[in-house]
């Protein structure tokens, strides 16, 4: 299956520098908790950065961190966004969990990612082309349970965590 995809323009290639700066900023060496970097692009052209948070147990994602990092700037309507591996390792896909939440959230983003023709652009819905797009009332309302849920005291039968 081929996907679709186009060269990177020179925004692009200065969003894939901006996440390259802060991985070599702040990756701590071979002994890293953060490993990752991203950054992603608004619709206004301003970029926000993101680093992951790497765990036994899972972790934050760096692309996950960045989307985060520009809805709590304001930011609404993203257009790209990319990830940079610690070491030199240059840009790097997505994992499936982020593609599915860029394709529920963002379904116009673009991704810069690795492929057989070099580092190429390619839409979200082409990552993912027989994924069932979650409307946003669906993501709403599975919001609201989750919240719902945290809030309701624990039954008696609940484990704690540890």
């Known amino acids: ?31 890293s908790a ?3 970097a991203a950054a992603v692009r608004d619709a206004d052209g301003q970029m926000y950065g993101g680093i992951n948070v790497y765990h036994f147990t899972g972790g934050p994602c760096a692309e996950l961190v960045a989307l985060g990092h520009a809805r709590a700037s304001g930011a609404r309507e ?39 023709d070099g580092v190429r652009s390619v839409r979200i ?9 979650a409307s946003r009332a669906q993501v709403l309302s599975r919001l609201r349970k989750n919240r719902q849920a945290r809030t309701e005291p624990p039954s008696p ?6």
Request: net charge negative.
């Open 34 to 36: 953060h490993t990752m």
């Open 1 to 31: 299956m081929t996907v679709p995809s186009r060269e990177l323009t020179p925004d692009d290639l200065e969003l894939i520098e901006f996440a390259r700066e802060i991985i070599d900023a702040h990756s701590d060496g071979d002994v």
């Open 125 to 133: 819905e082409d990552l993912l082309p027989l994924a069932e797009h």
């Open 157 to 162: 039968t609940a484990r704690a965590c540890r």
């Open 78 to 116: 993203l257009s790209t966004i990319v990830a940079v591996g610690d070491a030199g390792r240059g840009p790097v896909g997505p994992c499936g969990r982020d593609r599915q939440v860029l394709f529920d959230y963002h379904p116009g983003i673009r991704v810069l990612l690795p492929t057989p």
